[in-house]
């Protein structure tokens, strides 16, 4: 069974959900779509207010650069593009549409061309980015220069809670499996591999049987963070992507189950992508559930839908590991948004950091090699190359180390702080150097 | 649906593995207490008193110093932690003060001037034990044994065995090497309040083990790294484990090295670190003045942990040197490499070192003060070793030789195996050995011609020799299956005996010769067949004449020994007081009872 080095070992919690079908989430009244749901730059809307759009009809276009369209996932009205606060806490651009409810919908024209590019195409119309968190353009990752030789399908989900992956591996087999023969197309890469951490043997067993040609499955024994890129890499083919190198310079591509299965989708079907399949969940929600959510749905909705408590301590958008805090229902749903989470007092950890005892757990945990603990004293004292020597640069902010923490310390903020200034410093020294220069 | 108003936000990660400051430090507490409670049952309530008081001092050192510097007080336990360790950490009869004084230092000065919790450089206990030991020695170096009448009392040693303290001839009825090492074990034995008794040291390291709050790197790779220096060192495997199991060793590596401070922050590292500890302190208990070395091995490794954490640092996943390639992960292949050496060597050479010694007689201790026998060992053949002193008077030159001879007495077959002379006459007045080699006991006890030649020096000599070939055959045959039992006043031992087939007891006692104002120590074999007395050897009375009328005793019931009223001895009054002294023996040698 495959695995990586160090690594912690949460409590799974994924029975609250695990067994709930996937079924049809709430019909938002009214959507905010958000412009920028992906890495890069906001899309440009095509629409104006007062504009009657269908369900799949384009609404904002790619701009230029590393960008996404975004479609309309209901039919009714647009109201306007407007500023709405994000999970940052910052405002930024959505478009409001109302909701008619006459769910009239629009396919992209079908797809004659299954060439690599005619794929490629297809999925940049489609507005297609990674369904695991990171919202990389999928167009732009498939369509690598480098030599590809495996893709990576990432089934891990080794976030707690989160089950929405699993159950569209075990409901929607086939298409999904269909969707990864796509991507492999659409990438190059001569077999698949997909990881699928021991904790849903069950999803493994079906993917086996089904799987076909040049497609084979590897379990992995459960650990988090199984699904971060470089880990799950390692895990499932024993490669190793050089620091500052990208899963490609290993002839890796990695894509998400969900993002498979809207490939699948845009080609075959003709369904542009405007919902996915998210997890509810928590113990402070009253009916944990697998659901189809359209992109622009507010948390409240989510929440009157699945009955979030009363009694709930905190609401996360994503796992308790790397999710955010969510600080108002207002904030909507984006492509890339896995799971919200209704967690009660008991399930959320309430940090009061206090002074570092130095046990080195934090060393021990971290699954990229680096020295949380000495990192942060490097922020302290403002020592940079001392901060860059335990690796500051290389952290992927998956909280292992906060996590075993038990003076609470918030290691993975000052780890990325550190990180953030250091590559500010760079930037910073380049800028300065391009000036000599001339 | 009722509104969800009551959410707050946190920074991720939402979830932790639930460890805490305070629970780490509680389970340490734990971890401490089965080596308290051995502490206080062998040295007494004022042991604990003791660590109370270190606790008491650090506690409020701590929260006094930040009285001053106006800081808010720290409750996280973790003074209480210094505290119970270097309270263990002190000899049980201290005076009050020295715990106050320790305590202060560790807090005060270790700790809260660099800074407090974590920031300390150096492990705060074992700094207070070397502090105290560099300003208080003879203190601190004067430990007592565990007190009579404790759980234990078999052994009775004062000294810690690094000092050079004897162990028991026996322990807990297991003899010779294994009952030492039981002892050890135990911690019936001198030493500091909570570090003798390994059995509590382990209950309480494989706690933290198990809660996972120490790495079981420490304590592993520091016993292992002591083992294979304390082989080579003494060059052997006794003693190995013998060094294994004495002073601070077990108690500093499952706790005072483990101190999270002042240890490495990776695990690797960390193997770096205990294997500098294990090997100083195997140096400084060999080659230092100090009989114990832990505390100072600690204290050396802590102040290269700094430069250990800076510069030796874990490989980062996908980590690549200036041409791109894979940088090696070279210490943490060093570091186990050197693990599997260390085990490998110490695999391979224990059982050679072990095999060769298994062979060699080893020491058995004496019941008693015996007459003529200064030593005695034996092999796993039950050939008893002794070397034996005595005199003789050479008629001749009117001058008392001093004799001393090697006697081995072969307890399978019952005969003296061999006899080599270490001191006697050079005038040829020498013992004839052939009289004694190759004889059983009766035979030896029968010979009634010891003249040699009409020399009356030879034959003084001979006569000598007797005494002590006979006093060696009955040491071995007391020694081959001795109870260890104590008895009351005079009893020391009761064994079976196979020369004379029964219970034989060593019986020692004394009577006042009046004649010359003098105490006469004496020593007695008496052997008991049911309930009557039929043996009786002296191996110690008087040599003047004043010897105890042993016909009065033997054949005799324990009614009939205490129906004798007349025990003068031709109106001898010395005599008459050896008589009355065996009488009082015998008597409690028929009360203890035959075989059992
Ligand atoms: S330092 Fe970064 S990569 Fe390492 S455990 Fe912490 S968050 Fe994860
Ligand atoms: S886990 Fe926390 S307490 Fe332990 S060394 Fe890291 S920062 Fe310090």
Known sequence: MGTFANGVHPHGSKALSAGCPIERGPEPKAVYVPLLQHIGRPAVPVVQAGERVLCGQLIAEAAEGLSANVYSPVSGTVKGVLGHITLSGKKREHILIENDFTEEEMFLPPLADRSREGILARIAEAGIVGMGGAAFPTAVKLGTDKKVDILLVNGAECEPYITCDYRVMIEYTQAFLAGVRLCMTACGAERAVIGVEDNKKDAAALLARAAGENVSVRVLKTKYPQGAEKQLIYACTKRTVPEGKLPADAGVVVVNVQTALAVQRAVEENIPCYERVMTVSGKAAGRPANLWVKTGTPYRDLAVFCEGKEDCGRIVSGGPMMGESVFSLKICTGKGTSSLLFLDKDECENRNASACIGCGRCVQACPMGLSPVFIEQALLGERWEEAEAYGALQCIACGCCSYVCPASRFLVQSVKLAKKKLQERRAAANVRGGKKDV | ?596
């Open chain 2, 1 to 596: 649906m009722s509104e969800i108003a009551n959410y707050r936000s946190a920074p991720s990660p939402h979830r932790s593995d639930g460890a805490s400051v305070r629970r780490i430090m509680l389970d340490v507490l734990i971890a401490l207490l089965p080596c308290l409670v051995c502490g206080v049952a062998y040295f007494g309530l004022y042991a604990l008193l003791l660590v109370f008081l270190c606790m008491a001092a650090c506690f409020a050192g701590e929260q006094l110093y930040n009285l001053v510097r106006k800081k808010p007080f720290t409750f996280d336990l973790s003074a209480l932690v210094t505290g119970m360790i270097l309270g263990l950490n002190l000899p049980p009869r201290a005076p009050w003060y020295i715990p106050l004084i320790g305590g202060v230092f560790a807090i005060v000065v270790v700790k809260m001037f660099f800074g407090g919790l974590g920031k300390n450089f150096a492990n705060p206990a074992a700094a207070a034990r070397v502090f105290l030991l560099l300003a208080y020695g003879s203190v601190m170096a004067s430990y007592i044994g565990a007190q009579p009448g404790d759980l234990l009392a078999d052994g009775e040693t004062g000294a810690t065995w690094l000092s050079g303290g004897a162990l028991a001839g026996s322990f807990l009825g297991v003899r010779g090497y294994w009952g030492e090492i039981l002892q050890l074990f135990l911690g019936n034995i001198g030493g500091s309040i909570g570090e003798t008794c390994k059995l509590a040291v382990f209950a309480g390291g494989v706690y933290l083990l198990a809660r996972k709050v120490i790495d079981w790197r420490i304590p592993l790779v520091c016993c292992l790294t002591a083992a294979v220096f304390a082989l080579f060192f003494y060059g052997s495997a006794r003693d190995m484990l013998r060094h294994l199991l004495s002073g601070g060793l077990l108690f500093g590596s499952f706790f005072m090295a483990t101190d999270y401070a002042t240890s490495p922050k990776w695990k690797i590292n960390r193997i770096l670190y205990a294997f500098g500890i294990g090997a100083l302190t195997m140096i400084i208990r060999r080659f230092g003045i100090y009989p114990e070395g832990m505390s100072l091995a600690i204290l050396f490794m802590n102040l290269l942990v700094p430069v250990m954490d800076r510069f030796i640092l874990p490989v980062r996943f996908g980590q690549t040197d200036k041409n791109g390639r894979p940088v090696p992960h070279v210490a943490a292949w060093t570091m186990r490499g050197l693990c599997i050496a260390l085990a490998a060597v110490l695999a391979a050479a224990t059982p050679a070192y072990a095999a060769a010694e298994y062979d060699e007689p080893q020491k058995v201790a004496l019941p008693a003060s015996y007459s003529f026998i200064r030593g005695m060992a034996a092999d796993r053949d039950r050939v008893y070793y002794f070397t034996a002193e005595g005199e003789a008077y050479l008629d001749e030159y009117n001058y008392t030789q001093p004799l001393a001879f090697e006697i081995e007495i072969d307890t399978a077959s019952g005969v003296v195996r061999d006899i080599r002379p270490i001191t006697q006459s050079t005038m040829g007045y020498k013992a004839e050995l052939s009289l004694f080699i190759g004889k059983t006991y009766e035979e030896v006890a029968a010979l009634t011609d010891l003249s040699a030649d009409s020399n009356l020096s030879a034959t003084f000599t001979n006569t000598a020799l007797k005494g002590m070939v006979e006093e060696c055959f009955l040491a071995a045959d007391f020694d081959k299956n001795r109870k260890f039992e104590r008895g009351g006043e005079y009893i020391v031992d009761r064994a079976h005996s196979e020369l004379f087939g029964g219970t034989a007891f060593l019986a020692a006692g004394s009577a006042y010769l009046s004649e010359y104002d003098y105490t006469q120590p004496l020593l007695y074999y008496i052997v008991v067949e049911g309930d009557t007395v039929s043996s009786i050897v002296p191996l110690m009375q008087s040599t003047m004449g004043y010897t105890a009328e042993l016909s009065l005793f033997l054949g005799k019931t324990r009614a009939e020994i205490e129906g004798l009223t007349d025990l003068s001895a031709d109106s001898d009054t010395s005599a008459t007081h050896t008589n009355q002294a065996l009488k009082e023996m015998v008597l409690e040698c028929l009360a203890a009872g035959g075989e059992k």
